[in-house]
């Protein structure tokens, strides 16, 4: 079992930067990959980014560019550095991890920061 906790989120004007931050506890040893996915107001949740367990990096092209995403394996964290944000990023963003001890592999999700960019 993983526990995901997210943090960071908040309200921040059009052009500003947050950095949103997710602590896993639990059964840490099984973690594979992490992400973080977003969902806005009456649309599905959508991938944002996503980090391997050796650090390799994909982005939705919405965010490439804007966005960062970064793992301490060390500290069981994760990150995601958001600049310029724009008022079109405003979500719940959800932390998420692959956990592999397992087959087919679970995918645990934290409850989620709400992120509001003003224009």
């Known amino acids: 079992q993983v526990q995901l906790v997210e943090s960071g989120g908040g309200l921040v004007q059009a052009g500003g930067s947050l950095r949103l931050s997710c602590a896993a506890s639990?059964?840490?040893?099984?973690?594979?990959?992490m992400g973080w996915y977003r969902q806005a107001p009456g649309k599905q949740r959508e991938l944002v980014a996503t980090?391997?367990?050796?650090?390799?990096?994909t982005y939705a092209d919405s965010v490439q560019g804007r966005f960062t995403i970064s793992r301490d394996n060390a500290k069981n964290m994760v990150y995601l550095q958001m600049n310029s944000l724009k008022p079109e990023d405003t979500a719940v963003y959800y932390c998420?991890?692959?956990?592999?001890?397992?087959?087919?592999?679970?995918?645990?999700w934290g409850e989620g920061t709400l992120v509001t960019v003003s224009s």
């Open positions: 998420n991890a692959k956990g592999i001890s397992a087959f087919p592999a679970k995918y645990y």
């Open positions: 980090i391997t367990r050796g650090s390799t990096t």
């Open positions: 639990g059964n840490i040893f099984t973690i594979s990959d």
